[in-house]
């Protein structure tokens, strides 16, 4: 097994527990808005995507790729944008600050 | 030489920026005073993470990838601005875009890199598209079955489980043979269509009510998928995003599977919607009593406490505005109005919050099942619109009841208990829920929208 790889799964499992310790904290008011921003977050794959697009190795690879960052980008774009659009109407009935 | 170690040690860079800075992307969203930070911080990273893979050595033909991201772009916008309303079905359809995402790169990286892949790269290449393409169609159905293109009703037959479990065993034996033989390239095709069957198979069982297990887990799916996409591309922001999206997909699949009361092994093979109505009407009649609009609004406006229990109805009946009005009209009273938020209340984790929140309902008044439960026995009037399975008292006190022992709302501890519900039919579930023959439950039958909306006038109109 290349080393590489092992130094991937530890980040992986690294990665995943502070995921569990994070996700944990989320108010359950938010959860909604939560899984929108990690959809969005999860569209990081497009830096995969614009690779396999932009390298040119065979025509079959690359039109996958463009699809494939089309995909990606619509879950950025969209994600972001609806995140946010919740997120600014939870309002609280106390004055804040 | 030394300008393209320059430009990788840059890219890399850029790449750990965006990881920390999503980190603090999920931080921020633990409460809604920083959660707007949040998502900026996110964005940033993401502008970030993709304008360094821009600078990448590989790179040599610009025009498909500028025309990719502004036909995404084209078309994520109309994709933010969906209603509110929308937001599940909306949801179902970004995980499928991402597992499309991941499944197209996992099966071009294949062809290229075949014969030349070691077994360990074998195997998670093999993960990324099976789970990419499950996810695929699974987030299709479960899309489907939200925005009501296709039926809603649990579709199950005889052997279902060992069907569906076959095709997963057919896809998984294709993935070892590959990881023996990576040459043999013509199976790979098969192991792509084989768990695109199966994602539609996995989604045909569930009902409406399972939608937010069925979504979170289809989200951690995504999530996974896609961090086995960075274990083949060795690429480690790729990693953490999809080990964070995979274990929040997977926090919430726990907490909505608990709430469900169903066991998490019931959850990971899919099994759920395999709740039957088998208790059929037990012959005995009971009466239920029934109440107008302004016998309601007569008793809101006497108590002191009324908790509103919003369910999937309400959403339907688009009521959520109206239940503002009231809530309004209630607290210039005087009375003091909570929301009691059952977890898997809606069709995904958190549906009622955001309804209620874009109805600028103060999040402060939406209170967490664990939270309310104690306050129901000094509640005046629990207020039930749109919901019934998360309200019904069998799943304390019947054994025999299929969904005994989910963790309800105890709105039967309330002093009076009013229901808006459009007949006697039972939920989801077709169980016959209790609380409508307790004495001190009124049933207001109609139409949510339309029985708050009388609701609200009484209370406004009638000044005597």
């Known amino acids: 097994m290349p080393s590489n790889l092992i130094d991937s799964l530890y980040i992986f499992m690294l990665a995943g527990f502070v995921g569990f310790l994070v996700i944990r904290r989320v108010s359950p008011l938010l959860h909604t808005p939560l899984m929108s921003l990690t959809n969005a977050l999860d569209a990081i794959a497009v830096v995969g995507a614009i690779v396999l697009a932009g390298e040119h190795k065979s025509t079959f690879a690359t039109v996958l790729g463009t699809i494939a960052v089309v995909a990606a980008t619509c879950n950025i774009v969209g994600g972001f944008i609806i995140t946010d659009r919740m997120l600014k109407m939870f309002k609280t009935s106390r004055p804040t600050k | ?464």
């Open chain 2, 1 to 464: 030489m030394t300008q393209q170690a320059l430009i990788l040690y840059t890219i890399e860079f850029v790449y750990l920026v965006a990881s920390v800075l999503f980190i603090f992307s999920l931080h921020w969203m633990s409460s809604p005073a920083t959660a707007r930070r949040g998502v900026f911080a996110g964005e940033i990273g993401m502008l970030l993470a993709i304008c360094g893979t821009l600078l990448h050595k590989d790179i040599v033909e610009w025009k498909y990838i500028v025309a990719a991201l502004v036909l995404g772009s084209i078309i994520g916008v109309p994709l933010g601005k969906v209603q509110m309303t929308a937001v599940p079905q909306r949801t179902a359809l970004s995980h499928a875009f991402g597992a499309l995402c991941v499944t197209l790169v996992g099966t071009a990286e294949f062809y290229l890199q075949s014969p030349n892949i070691s077994p360990f790269m074998m195997v998670v290449l093999s993960m990324e598209v099976i789970l990419g393409s499950l996810t695929f169609t699974g987030s299709l159905m479960a899309a489907g079955k939200l925005q009501e293109i296709l039926p809603q009703r649990p579709i199950t037959y005889k052997g279902q489980n060992l069907v569906n479990l076959t095709f997963l065993a057919i896809s998984v034996g294709i993935a070892g043979y590959l990881v023996a033989n990576p040459a043999a390239t013509h199976l790979f095709p098969l192991m792509v269509f084989i768990p695109l069957i199966f994602g539609v198979l996995m989604i045909i069982p569930i009902g409406g009510a399972d939608m937010p297990t069925v979504i979170s887990l289809l989200n951690s799916y995504a999530g996974l998928s896609a961090a086995a996409m960075g274990f083949v591309l060795n690429n480690k922001l790729l990693i953490i995003a999809g080990a964070l999206d995979g274990s929040s997909g997977f926090i919430l699949s726990v907490i909505m599977s608990k709430a469900m009361n169903r066991s998490f092994s019931n959850v990971l093979f899919g099994a759920f919607g395999q709740v039957q109505a088998t208790a059929a009407a037990a012959g005995e009649q009971k009466t239920a009593r029934s109440a107008t609009a302004e016998e309601a609004a007569g008793i809101l406006s006497a108590a002191n406490k009324v908790v509103i229990v919003p369910g999937y109805g309400m959403a339907v009946a688009q009521a959520q505005h109206k239940v503002r009005e009231m809530y309004d009209a209630l607290t210039k009273k005087g009375v003091e109005v909570k929301f009691a938020i059952h977890p898997v209340a809606g069709r995904m984790p958190g549906h009622m919050n955001v309804l209620l929140a874009e109805a600028d309902v103060p999040y402060d008044r939406l209170i967490e099942m664990d939270e309310i439960n104690g306050d129901f026995p000094q509640t005046d009037v629990a207020l039930i619109i749109g919901a019934n399975d998360v309200t019904n008292p069998a799943a304390r006190t019947d054994a025999s009841s299929p969904i005994f022992g989910m963790p309800i709302l105890d709105v039967d501890k309330a002093r009076t208990v009013m229901v808006i519900k459009r007949g006697m039919s039972p939920g989801f579930a077709g169980i016959d829920n209790p609380l409508y023959y307790d004495d001190k439950t009124l049933m207001l039958f109609g139409d949510a929208k339309a029985f708050v909306n009388n609701i609200v006038r009484e209370l406004s109109g009638g000044g005597h």
